[in-house]
């Protein structure tokens, strides 16, 4: 199995910065695509940012320019670099990672439980 435990959320103003972490443990042969996604009171998860296993990444138009995705292969971990944070990021960010546990074995997409950011006004 695979775990992925987020970390950095919290209460910041608008116009602030939060560096969100998140760590994947288990039994992995290869993480491939990484990416962040949140979702709002009452909307549906939205996609964030990804990365992919080469560093090449995408955003959504509502945070370019302003969130920074990046990843560290050697500790399993994807960040998310948030700055000039707006009220409407605020949201829970869950964590994706695309994982090939085994070589033979077909990639497994999974999810973290979620870390709040809000952004007060």
């Known amino acids: 199995q695979v775990q992925l435990v987020e970390s950095g959320g919290g209460l910041v103003q608008a116009g602030g910065s939060l560096t969100l972490s998140c760590a994947a443990s288990?039994?992995?042969?290869?993480?491939?695509?990484l990416g962040w996604y949140r979702q709002a009171p009452g909307k549906q998860r939205e996609l964030v940012a990804t990365?992919?296993?080469?560093?090449?990444?995408n955003y959504a138009d509502s945070v370019k320019g302003r969130f920074t995705i990046s990843r560290d292969n050697a500790k399993s971990t994807v960040y998310l670099q948030m700055v000039s944070l707006k009220f409407e990021d605020t949201a829970v960010y869950y964590c994706?990672?695309?994982?090939?546990?085994?070589?033979?074995?077909?990639?497994?997409?999974?999810w973290g439980q979620g870390t709040q950011v809000t952004v007060s006004s």
């Open positions: 990365i992919t296993s080469g560093g090449r990444s």
């Open positions: 994706n990672a695309n994982v090939k546990q085994r070589s033979w074995s077909p990639e497994g997409v999974y």
């Open positions: 288990g039994h992995i042969f290869r993480l491939n695509a």
